[in-house]
């Protein structure tokens, strides 16, 4: 019942947020939080239970391969506690940042029911099941990502639904093939089975599209017309992050992926985090600077994964959980920022350090653990990433990967100056947002500087969750 209530809490949620919506509007923002405030709680009481991984399932099922199943382990909780964290400090911010924009009813009832279909995803233990989550998720970010309605802001959308449900339905082909080799579409049951070439090919493609990989990575940085909420859900909580958790649940606690797939996701996930580096090296638009640097980062956990060590794939879940954080914070500040000035254009930015201290600051802790800056958790990541890569006898890769991070550092840094340092009389009178929009950054650049410090255990954590996937 309480895997259950962690994702049908908030799917019903999303209902009466809408409906709250025609009664009062103070009425539907408190509501939207307590559904994601009780999601968190489900996911959080789900922890215990995790070690054992239980599957429920929900009743028989008329249709070959598939069922109502679901599952309760460490991969799943883990991600379901980071969604929920990281979704409900932006859905509070949401209220002080989207409180003059119309339309709010449809825009509290897409994010909620976004973050139930994001706990239901990693819950499931069927990929039929995967799937049908896969795709709420894919409607629900079309229509918020065209939130504002502008023509060349519904391109954009249009352009990533297009991508991603292209990519969706390689997958479902993938999935299909998968049923027909091994008679079922259970996890569990499809466990340690070898799988055609191409049966894996056609899923990959659906990962990286949704994931936003090269080649399948231009929908992303366009994404960035959404509110800055939005963006921040997109890059940090649900969107990107379930590509990441889909290869995980399929091609390491699933099949065991083979040697030349190792080398094959490398060579992506390297394209990816340079490529994107030097793209974010030379864009003007703080939004899709921090994009690129989505694209980049989520490439490192892939070369995580792709060692199939470890060392890798712990490294690889702990920088996912570091960037989720500070990505979201990055993405608020900027929010802030764009709130009050209107402007995403770094050109026509600087001075904002003397006028917006806070959000300064906030702003520098989480760039610190996107670069990678010790003690983060970013550091810890990506230094457990590379010596997995190491370990694997991926020694380019490497090399490759501590380029990648120079590049973070560098585009980073550039960031920070042309928005925060300098002077610029244009914006002397521009101040801090809301409190509740401050506090949540802070939050967010908090909890990055605290995940770091305590490594110990969180690693401790993710030793015992990739033990049990892998095992």
Known sequence: MLAIATFGIPILGSILTLLADRVNGLLRNVLAVLTVAATLACALLLIPISTEAKTVMLGPSTIPGFGFNFIVDGLGVYV??????????????????????????????????????????????????????????????????GFFRDPAHLRSADTALLMTVFGSFFMLVGMEMVWHETGTLTVAAIRGHTISDLAMFFMFIGILAKSAQVPLQIWLPAAGVAPSPVTALLHAAVLVVIGVFAFARIFIGAFNLPANWQTYTSIVATLTFLIAGCAALVENNAKRILAYSTLGQLAYVYLGFASMTTIGIVGGLVFLLAHSLAKAGLFLCVGIIEHKTHTKDIRELGGMFKTMPVTAVAFILCALTIIGFPPSAGFIGKLMIIMGALQGDKVLFAALAVLGALLSLAYMLRLFNAVFLGQNPRWKDVREGTPGMVLTVVAFAVLSILVGLAATPLLDVVQVLVSQMTG
């Open 80 to 145: 379901a506690v980071m969604a929920a964290l990281i979704g409900l400090l932006i859905v509070i911010y949401s209220v002080g940042y989207m409180r003059n924009y119309e339309h709010l009813g449809e825009y509290y009832f897409l994010v909620v029911l976004f973050l139930g279909a994001m706990m239901g995803l990693v819950l499931s233990a069927n990929l039929l099941l995967i799937y049908i989550f896969w795709e709420i998720t894919a409607i629900c970010s079309w229509r918020l990502i």
